[in-house]
């Protein structure tokens, strides 16, 4: 196996624990769940609260790394900027209750509740979509999430593009540092000028591109000729079947939702924080 | 004694993240004008061994001298001066949309004067023997030619050294012809070239030294013929050495004084021994 | 007998380019033989094998012209899915057959059955025997992609002989491996070979196919140059050298020396012979 694959050299994680072992049906549904009550709920804490809960499941399948790399990748910068910008006096027109003030180029400025409500919550709902969606990949293999894709009826060409895309994702970085070697031997320079640098990535992208393409073509001759186009219904070699895993699972999913519904049609917003619940907020 | 471009000095290399050495005590002196052919299986280190050779890996023990300097602590762009690597597959290299501009990237990287970067592609084009194709789009071109592209593309660096990773591979007997009467050029020129192949034939008519590297080892290293015509060890690192030698042998058995490296050879040693 | 793959007149161009790529090339082959087809780059032996298994025209597009038969289907009215399961097709680079499906090299056999709709029960007794052909016996867990080339270009022929066709095309098979590879990937053919298997193999290993080569079509600029029993092809080396195609060293040497001396050498296609031939020529003269 070429060096350097490192980058994302097995996508599925390869550990052994219940997370690995549950259908993938039901991840997938975990995942819309999630995304779900995180949507109806505005609740930053609740919003926590459900992201906690996934990145335990992650940490228990040993796939909390690269969850939190994106998380910081995504996540963190967006609330960064999405704070500042909704809470302070800016133009965000909801903002009405004060929670305290800021000193900021010698002027005092009021930081408002509902926008340091809106900014923390948009990114964590996405996070909660993003997280629990890697859980479902990373700790689904490749040969489950075939037969969960196929179960879920989506088309066999469209699941094929799918997990062949993570299997050939460390063979092409495996090409790109070949490319990045053979460039550094006609002079390549990593530590240039920012011009330079420009010209150091077209000449990585181009060859990569172009040698990609052609892999692409290469690779649909050869499936065509093993029958990918033939008109019959593909036999699939997994079958997903639920456990008692599985139904535990899904059990205590139906639980937190029963749980949830009964706090808001007795108490009329969200449990945690006493924020006005706001339709598609 | 022509003077020593290249000194491999107990080289041990790994690649990080792995647990294996892909290189385990490599020595090697390569001395000027010497054109020198690699064999052994894939993942037995003889790529390994000539990326250590420009710069492109560094030594993770030992060192390795490219015209006194020591790779690890001068930088790579000034090894690739010295010692221009050709990689095998072409469209790892190629990106401009002209000849001329995919040669001339070389030369540019170097930082040369305008004029010099024309007179180096010219000089480079017309060595290998691509002159007036300045202006066609590298992926016009057929197989071999884009071969020839790379290699352009590397001399016009002049480096002093030329490392050709596989260049026979993929093509077919005229692309083969056409690099061997490249390198005998080239050769003539005072360059030292290392070839990398798998090409036993090629390596007969071509390379006056030859070394087999296996599990990171050097397992053979000497004159060309002595190497070919060491069938045992050959055999052990799966390789047979080309057919003018293996026929050799095989009469030598039966008593005949035959021993011949190359179909030239064979040709005049089976008239010298018929005319008695 | 009616032979199992009957070429007439196939003229061929790419829809992107105006040059014929084949230009009426004619041949048979008949059930067990192997035809080797030689050429330079260029000559059009890709594009050729890729008409026995429609890819085209079917893949590519593109102007046809001439007739195609294989196992009885005529190929430009039959779609590719169903000459994939009489025409198994082995590509030149071993990585780029690779399904990317396959966790397992067990799965990547199982692929072609998968997508040929094969029922499930029959796949394992396939898989089984496919892999134990080609040698890889054992390594049924490994990743595709771990293997060695020489392994992996094993693995492509095993997902093809899965599929039990009834001819087998490879377009270079041995190309991107090293000595090893090619000694493996060259085995398994041979043994093919011998076993009665119909084969078509382009390929530059020309000392190589001399061994297993019943016929051997000669093709240049999308022409056929020469078209005969393996013997008569190797032995016209100035044929093969005019279109850059070098002949087997032994034959090539008997020639320099018929053509030098002229004393007639019976020309050897394989080393077995040649030391032969060599030994009676020289046994006149000089010996121990």
């Known amino acids: 196996m070429p060096i350097g694959a490192s980058l994302l050299k097995k996508t599925a994680v390869e550990a052994d624990t219940f997370v690995q072992r549950l259908d993938g049906r039901v991840k997938f549904l975990y995942f819309i769940w999630a995304s779900v009550l995180v949507y109806v709920f505005y609740d930053p804490v609740l919003n926590l609260v459900l992201l906690a809960a996934t990145l335990l499941l992650a940490a228990h399948a040993k796939a909390a790394k690269p969850i939190l790399i994106t998380l910081l990748v995504i996540i963190v910068p967006w609330i960064l900027f999405a704070v500042p910008i909704l809470s302070l006096p800016l133009g965000f027109p909801w903002n009405k209750t004060v929670i305290g003030y800021i000193e900021l180029f010698g002027r005092k400025y009021p930081v408002y509740l509902e926008g340091f409500g809106w900014g923390l919550t948009w990114p964590l709902r996405i996070a909660v979509a993003i997280a629990s969606a890697l859980l479902f990949f990373l700790t689904t293999n490749q040969a489950k999430l075939a037969a969960t894709l196929f179960k879920l009826k989506f088309p066999f060409k469209v699941i094929y593009a799918v997990i062949a895309t993570l299997q050939f994702i460390p063979l092409l970085a495996a090409e790109a540092e070949t490319i990045i070697q053979a460039q550094t031997a006609r002079g390549l320079r990593t530590e240039a000028s920012v011009l330079q640098r420009i010209r150091n990535y077209l000449a990585v992208i181009i060859p990569l591109t172009l040698s990609s393409l052609n892999k692409v073509q290469v690779r649909a001759i050869a499936l065509e000729s093993r029958g990918f186009s033939a008109p019959v219904r593909k036999t699939l070699i997994y079958e997903a079947r639920l456990s008692a895993a599985d139904y535990l699972f899904l059990g205590g999913m139906l639980l937190a939702t029963l749980l949830l519904a009964w706090v808001y049609v007795n108490i009329g917003y969200s449990p945690i924080s006493k924020l006005p619940w706001v339709w598609a907020g | ?276 | 007998m009616e032979p199992v793959i009957r070429v007439e007149n196939l003229t061929y161009a790419y829809p992107t380019s105006r040059d014929f790529v084949l230009r009426n090339v004619s041949f048979e082959v008949h059930r067990g033989e192997v035809l080797a087809v030689i050429g330079p780059n260029g000559a059009g032996k890709s594009t050729l094998l890729k008409a026995l298994n429609g890819l085209v025209p079917h893949f590519y597009g593109g102007k046809y012209g001439g007739r195609v038969v294989v196992a009885g289907y005529e190929v430009l009215k039959t779609p590719i899915s169903v000459l994939s399961t009489k025409v198994g097709f082995v590509f030149q680079d071993p990585e780029d057959q690779m399904s990317g499906l396959a966790l397992t090299v067990w799965e990547e056999v199982a692929f072609g059955l998968m997508m040929l709709g094969f029922p499930r029960e029959e796949i394992p007794k396939r898989v089984e025997e496919a892999l134990s052909y080609v040698g890889l016996k054992g390594l049924e867990a490994r990743s595709p992609f771990e293997l060695s080339g020489g392994q992996m270009q094993r693995l492509a022929i095993a997902t093809v002989l899965a599929l039990k066709p009834e001819i087998l095309v490879l377009d270079e098979p041995t190309a991107q491996l090293d000595p090893l590879g090619k000694f493996e990937v060259l085995s398994v053919v041979k043994r093919l070979a011998d076993e009665g298997a119909t084969i078509v193999i382009a390929e530059h290993e020309i000392e190589e196919i001399a061994y297993f080569a019943d016929k051997i079509l000669l093709l240049d600029r999308g022409q056929v140059v020469a078209y005969g029993p393996a013997r008569e092809v190797l032995a016209s080396v100035e044929e093969l050298k005019s279109r850059g195609v070098d002949p087997p060293s032994v034959t090539e040497l008997a020639y320099l020396l018929s053509r030098d001396l002229g004393v007639k050498v019976p020309a050897p296609i394989t080393l077995e012979e040649g030391v032969e031939s060599f030994s009676k020529l020289l046994g006149g003269a000089g010996g121990a």
Do not use: C
Request: no cysteine; hydrophobic share 40%.
């Open chain 2, 1 to 276: 004694m022509e003077r020593e471009v290249i000194r491999v000095e107990d080289l041990w290399f790994r690649y990080p993240g792995s647990d294996s050495w892909a290189l385990r005590g490599v020595n090697l002196r390569v001395s000027q004008g010497e054109v020198i052919a690699f064999i052994g299986q894939n993942g037995g280190g003889k790529t390994t061994l000539a990326k250590n050779l420009n710069g492109l890996l560094k030594p993770t023990r030992g060192r390795v001298l490219v015209e006194g300097l020591d790779t690890r602590t001068t930088p790579t762009h000034e090894l690739v001066k010295r010692v221009g690597y050709v990689f095998q597959n072409p469209t790892h290299q190629i990106f401009e949309s002209s000849v001329w501009r995919e040669v001339a990237y070389g030369p540019r990287n170097l930082g040369l004067p305008p004029d010099e970067v024309e007179r180096r592609v010219r000089w480079a084009l017309s060595e290998v023997g691509l002159s007036g194709y300045e202006d066609h789009n590298p992926y016009d071109l057929d197989y071999g030619k884009m071969k020839l592209l790379t290699i352009a593309s590397v001399l016009a660096m002049k480096p002093n050294v030329l490392v050709l990773d596989e260049p026979t591979t993929g093509q077919d007997h005229a692309g083969r012809r056409t690099l061997a009467s490249l390198v005998r050029k080239l050769h003539g020129e005072g360059f030292t070239i290392i070839i990398i192949t798998h090409d036993m034939k090629f390596v007969s008519e071509n390379a006056g030294r030859t070394v087999l590297i296996a599990n990171g080892q050097v397992v053979l290293d000497g004159p060309t013929r002595s190497v070919l015509q060491a069938v045992e060890v050959l055999k052990e690192n799966a390789i047979k050495p080309p057919q003018i030698v293996q026929l050799s042998l095989e009469l030598q058995r039966r008593g005949f004084k035959l021993d011949a490296l190359t179909l030239q050879e064979a040709v005049e040693q089976v008239k010298k021994i018929l005319r008695g």
